[in-house]
Structures are given as structure tokens and as C-alpha cells.
T-cell receptor, first 115, second 119 residues
Framework: DQQVKQNSPSLSVQEGRISILNCDYT??????FLWYKKYPAEGPTFLIS?????DKNEDGRFTVFLNKSAKHLSLHIVPSQPGDSAVYFC??????????????FGKGTLLTVNP | KAGVTQTPRYLIKTRGQQVTLSCSPI?????VSWYQQTPGQGLQFLFE???????NKGNFPGRFSGRQFSNSRSEMNVSTLELGDSALYLC??????????????????FGAGTRLSVL
């Protein structure tokens, strides 16, 4: 049972345009969400996070939107740059006590930004 | 600050053998989590240690075990290796970062991983 889903395995955009990566979740107990970027042969790198009490969080070119009623979040990258080409993982964390350290990941979306 | 360090980076083992992977967390981080990444299943949580105690466990068989030392360094062991254990094993460390309107914030920082190949 996949609790965090990234339904698009890949996405291709032109440099300078907006990249929108989507993520859906099914577990209502998730209260904190994170996006990670991963290059080949490296570990995931933290990008941006959002807690369930907010609907938007921005950090430079990266903005995450959370729609709790739809159990949907998205990552917007504006403007997209060739260096953004990587696999992007959505992750979620449950409310319950010590389990805040147990992340559930989506399977990732490969973003390719074309010059 | 140095990041999360995992050793070795690459390992080749044969079926039936056992393997031990090592993880040194970011200085000051007391929580260490382990994840398995495979093409088919993505990133899956194995277990998490805090102050030398296993606090959370994922859905993996008992062949997968771990421990944490007093300096927060952690090791993961897989016994009786199977072909399906071939994967990238990632370690992440974390430290509490306060709360935002009641929601605990915490970010896990990952190492580069150990690529295990079982032949």
C-alpha cells in the first residue's frame, strides 16, 4: 500500500520555465512534508519542507504548496535551470510521537531541464 | 560541519554472506535512520536509532539489524544475504528543530549511501 505517490515518473521542461512536481498521500496522520533532490551516486539532499498548518512555503526558486483536503502537495521551481535536473522525492512524516523520524517516500520524479 | 558519512561506498557480496555498513552522523545529531533504495520499491524505511536504542522499525525481516554507539555512530547488519538485498543503503541523521505552531520540525540529512551488490 503506497501511502505517498508521485504519479509522474518523469518530467521535462525548458530552461527558464516553471517545473511543477506533484505528490499525493493517503494517510491523514501525516503532518509534515519534505522534498528531496537526488543526483546519481549521491544521497538525497533536502530542499524544502512544509507543515500541515500551512498551505505554502517558499525558499528562493522553490515553493511548496499543500492542499490538505485533497491530500496533495506540489513543488514549483521557477525559473528552472539545467542544474535542477535530478530525481525529486516527496516524503511525509506522521504526527505520532517518536515516529516523526520515520519518513515515507514517494518513488520519485525524474526532472530534466533542457537548455 | 561535516555531513553524514557512510562507509564503504561500494560492496560486493555473495548470497549467504553477511555484511555490516557504517554511518557517522552529523556532529550533534543523535537520531540515525536507515533506508533501502531499490528501483522497484523506492526508498523504504528500515529503522531508526536514538541514544543507542531502536525507536522505530520498518517492515523488513529480522535479517536486517542495526545498532548505535554512544557517539551516535550507527551500524547496519544484513545476515544471510539474498539477491534481492542488492540496493543502495542510505543513512540519515537528524536533530529536533523546534516546533511551528505545535508541529515538530525535523529534517533528515542523508549520506551518499552504500551500494550493495549481492551475486
Amino acid at each position: 500500500d503506497q501511502q505517498v505517490k508521485q504519479n509522474s515518473p518523469s518530467l521535462s521542461v525548458q530552461e527558464g520555465r516553471i517545473s511543477i512536481l506533484n505528490c499525493d498521500y493517503t494517510n491523514s496522520m501525516f503532518d509534515y512534508f519534505l522534498w528531496y533532490k537526488k543526483y546519481p551516486a549521491e544521497g538525497p539532499t533536502f530542499l524544502i519542507s512544509i507543515s500541515s498548518i500551512k498551505d505554502k512555503n517558499e525558499d528562493g526558486r522553490f515553493t511548496v504548496f499543500l492542499n490538505k483536503s485533497a491530500k496533495h502537495l506540489s513543488l514549483h521551481i521557477v525559473p528552472s535551470q539545467p542544474g535542477d535536473s535530478a530525481v525529486y522525492f516527496c516524503a511525509a512524516r506522521p504526527i505520532v510521537g517518536g515516529s516523526i523520524y520515520k519518513l515515507t517516500f514517494g518513488k520519485g520524479t525524474l526532472l530534466t531541464v533542457n537548455p | 560541519k561535516a555531513g553524514v558519512t557512510q562507509t564503504p561506498r561500494y560492496l560486493i557480496k555473495t548470497r549467504g554472506q553477511q555484511v555490516t555498513l557504517s554511518c557517522s552522523p552529523i556532529s550533534g545529531h543523535r537520531s540515525v535512520s536507515w533506508y533501502q533504495q531499490t528501483p522497484g520499491q523506492g526508498l523504504q524505511f528500515l529503522f531508526e536509532y536514538f541514544s543507542e536504542t531502536q525507536r522505530n522499525k520498518g517492515n523488513f525481516p529480522g535479517r536486517f539489524s542495526g545498532r548505535q554507539f554512544s557517539n551516535s555512530r550507527s551500524e547496519m547488519n544484513v545476515s544471510t544475504l539474498e539477491l534481492g538485498d542488492s540496493a543502495l543503503y542510505l543513512c540519515a541523521s537528524s536533530s529536533p528543530q523546534g516546533r511551528e505552531q505545535g508541529v515538530a520540525k525535523n529534517i533528515q540529512y542523508f549520506g551518499a549511501g552504500t551500494r550493495l551488490s549481492v551475486l
